[in-house]
């Protein structure tokens, strides 16, 4: 039974049987139809998602079928958080979402913050406050070399539809800003972390973005 077209709540379903002589049996049953994770819940879910590095995690929400390119988007998220990043912790400010329950659609605005190594990163001496140390400062003898966190910032409007599994993302427009201050526009760009992996479907693309020198 397809309930994504109902509101949550409690239902009686009636089923009539009748057979080839014209006898009737009539049985009722008992549905409760739970609300399911809403947009604003799923976009938490993606910050799970970036932080836990697991593809299948983070692509479960998007809509295979009406997200432009999938496969591509898909390629690099799988690229991006296996092969290039070692760490990612993610900063979400309160999501805005409206709904439209009629037409089974939903628009979220929602900020991140992501603070992110990669793998092939290297080491380096850095101060009190995780920046290395200027050209020309020694650092200290007591100084540990660790990777130093890249930033980016993300501000993406969201759209989900509905379908028979619940909601779905279909489309992702963001303004990205990445390490070395680039900062790239468009739909289905996803992060700036992206950017880490390879893309070889030439419908999704992500321009002039560039991490800092001596990353």
Same mark, same amino acid.
């Given at each position: 039974?397809?309930?994504?077209?109902?509101?949550?709540?409690?239902?009686?379903?009636?089923?009539?049987?009748?057979?080839?002589?014209?006898?009737?049996?009539?049985?009722?049953?008992?549905?409760?139809?739970?609300?399911?994770?809403?947009? &604003?819940?799923?976009?938490?879910? $993606?910050? *799970? #998602?970036? !932080?836990?590095?697991?593809?299948?995690?983070?692509?479960?929400?998007?809509?295979?079928?009406?997200?432009?390119?999938?496969?591509?988007?898909?390629?690099?998220?799988?690229?991006?958080?296996?092969?290039?990043?070692?760490?990612?912790?993610?900063?979400?400010?309160?999501?805005?979402?409206?709904?439209?329950?009629?037409?089974?659609?939903?628009?979220?605005?929602?900020?991140?913050?992501?603070?992110?190594?990669?793998?092939?990163?290297?080491?380096?001496?850095?101060?009190?406050?995780?920046?290395?140390?200027?050209?020309?400062?020694?650092?200290?003898?007591? &100084?540990?070399?660790?990777?130093? $966190?890249? *930033? #980016?910032? !993300?501000?993406?409007?969201?759209?989900?539809?509905?379908?028979?599994?619940?909601?779905?993302?279909?489309?992702?427009?963001?303004?990205?800003?990445?390490?070395?201050?680039?900062?790239?526009?468009?739909?289905?760009?996803?992060?700036?972390?992206?950017?880490?992996?390879?893309?070889?479907?030439?419908?999704?693309?992500?321009?002039?973005?560039?991490?800092?020198?001596?990353?």
């Amino acid at each position: 039974i397809n309930t994504s077209l109902l509101t949550p709540g409690d239902y009686v379903i009636q089923l009539d049987v009748i057979n080839s002589r014209g006898q009737a049996v009539t049985q009722r049953y008992s549905l409760t139809v739970e609300p399911g994770i809403q947009p &604003a819940e799923i976009i938490r879910e $993606l910050a *799970t #998602g970036y !932080e836990s590095l697991q593809p299948n995690q983070f692509l479960k929400y998007f809509d295979e079928e009406k997200f432009r390119n999938y496969s591509g988007f898909a390629a690099a998220i799988e690229d991006s958080f296996r092969s290039q990043l070692e760490t990612v912790r993610v900063f979400q400010r309160p999501v805005n979402c409206t709904v439209s329950e009629e037409q089974d659609q939903a628009a979220c605005q929602a900020d991140f913050e992501l603070q992110f190594t990669k793998k092939e990163q290297p080491t380096e001496f850095l101060d009190a406050n995780g920046n290395p140390f200027p050209p020309g400062v020694a650092a200290p003898a007591d &100084a540990v070399a660790a990777k130093r $966190l890249l *930033t #980016g910032t !993300e501000r993406s409007t969201i759209r989900f539809e509905r379908v028979d599994k619940g909601w779905k993302i279909t489309d992702y427009a963001a303004h990205v800003s990445c390490p070395g201050g680039d900062q790239v526009s468009g739909v289905n760009v996803g992060s700036c972390i992206l950017a880490l992996g390879s893309f070889s479907s030439p419908g999704f693309q992500i321009i002039n973005v560039q991490p800092p020198p001596g990353t």
